[in-house]
């Protein structure tokens, strides 16, 4: 049993093992920095809730992540970005999609669960509930970096190579993190176990690139892409947004651990290696006794891991 | 083992045993009406998911019910409609949320299922996709009905009086109801089974009285309000939506069937009746044999169940 855990991602997808040393480098810095952030603050006592909102905070506002600034573009060059966050110990719950001018998606999602009498808000009811809440709001171009722009450039051309095909072939793209071409971090998240016992979890993306304006993938979806239960596990997850809906997949992980008996890492294996596709992507858990498991079926997952018992790692593909 | 089941229900909420006789026949004529169409096109050999659309596009042009013609007013006196369906054989779904011009949410669901690469739409894009797929279009005030409007007109005196109050009180409108005050049928949904085994679920709603504009309820949330996975079961929830997506409660029911050992009918009333709290609301759901079960815990809920063996009811309250 451990006082505190915690785990982030940046995403799963087709993280090509030939870039850039120096890129690389810069990866794990940023992970480090906002896994020692969250570790100091489970340390000093903080929340489980305030630590989840503060690292995908942080990811948000890292320009290399999905999510916030940095993230990807639609398909008409703008960007929607989308966020949940669940508190374990209340089963409440905030979640938001199609934004357009918030700065920090993952703070109007905890907003909405703390302060509104309802729990998921989409478009311009968003924006204006975030107004009213005094968030941090910018223009939408705020958002754009000249990496998403070229894997739209990327998605456009290969798009009218295939001619004829409308709206298909984004599929591949799990959360901007590489299918679409060109290199860059995917969905971000974060699971955390704190002092009191009590779980959260919190995830937050842009989408994946060239996607229909008013797309909503599985990251603002309660039991998909982010779920947490106080006595079970919170759960985080990354990838082809439409396969996690498909199966549920945070809240099968729980119910594996519920109802199964399956220990966290075996329900999370049992959901990403066997009932997920390889390539779909993967999660981050953590459980009541901070047990922390982070598997993948995409090519790598930009990922990190501490908890109270001295564990601090970071890491993009398979050991 | 039956040859084929199907269950719809009309929204569970605080529906008075005194409303007219005339009224309640209405319901029940209405009730019988559909139930009869989805048996007559499972007999003649309709696929699950082609009753399950049926059944939902007919309660949707039904006035009387929370879905379509109909449908609730948002704070600001329009309707903004979400609807989900799920195919229980191949897992695929099809989502939509702020819709404010489609006349049937689940015609364009379903178009979302299998002609789009994503599953989940909302606002504006899910308009254009409508557009697209050349689907009826209509303007918002097609929606409005009398009886909808007196219930805005309480809902906005009762929040006046609860001054100083700007974003709550509207968390006990169970899918437009009753809470809100005045009377009608809420949030509608069909689950079937059909003879070549497979299972599919729908569910469409205007929401609940009063709500934000931008408010996203459990209907259109896969796992929450609509599942279905062949093998094991499909569900439909009607009720207090932040409550449905924070039990997952769709796909809550499945995994106590797969991974406890439950019968649909305990896995269901251990969810309504244990999980939720009283006057959250009610599902339908069908098993892979033909169980079929429709537990509420609030006053009533419109429902009607048949199946090959003979079975036709249809019911508000307890018996």
Redesign the interface.
């Known amino acids: 049993m451990k006082s505190f855990a915690v785990a982030i991602h940046g995403g799963a997808g087709v993280i090509s093992s030939s870039i850039a040393e120096d890129r690389r480098r810069e990866y794990l810095e940023s992970l480090r920095a906002v896994l020692s952030c969250a570790r100091e603050l489970l340390e000093a006592g903080g929340s489980a809730l305030d630590v989840v909102t503060e690292a995908v905070r942080l990811l948000e506002d890292d320009s290399k992540f999905n999510a916030g600034l940095g993230a990807v573009f639609n398909v008409e060059g703008g960007h929607e970005l989308e966020a949940a966050i669940m508190e374990g110990a209340s ?3 905030g ?1 938001v ?2 934004l357009r001018m918030v700065k920090n998606p993952i703070v109007l999602a905890r907003m909405v669960m703390e ?12 924006e ?2 975030a107004e ?1 809440f005094g968030l941090e709001r910018v223009e939408n171009r705020y958002f754009d970096t000249p990496h998403r722009l070229e894997q739209l450039r990327l998605f456009l051309a290969k798009r009218n190579a295939d001619c004829g095909v ?6 591949e793209d799990a959360g901007g993190g590489g299918g679409g071409g060109g290199e860059g971090g995917g969905t971000v998240g974060c699971v955390a176990l704190d002092w009191d016992g009590h779980l959260a979890a919190a995830t937050s993306t842009g989408g994946m690139t060239g ?7 599985d990251s603002p ?4 892409g982010t ?1 947490a239960k106080d006595g079970v596990c919170a759960v985080s997850a990354t990838g082809r ?2 396969a996690f ?4 997949v945070a ?2 992980v729980a ?2 651990v ?3 008996g399956l220990s966290i890492e075996e329900a999370a294996d049992e959901v990403v290696h066997r009932q997920l596709e390889v390539g779909d992507g993967g999660l981050i858990a953590v459980g009541c006794s901070g047990e922390i498991t982070m598997p993948f079926n995409s090519t790598g997952m930009f990922r990190g891991a501490a908890d109270s018992d001295g564990l601090f790692e970071v890491g993009i593909w398979a050991e």
């Open positions: 089963g409440k719950s979640a999609a199609g302060r509104s009498a309802h729990c998921f808000m989409m478009g311009e009811g968003a204006g509930l009213e409308i709206d298909r072939g984004v599929i996607k229909r304006v008013g797309r909503i993938g979806i309660i039991g998909a779920f947004g439409e809906i498909q199966h549920g809240h099968e119910a594996l519920r109802y199964s």
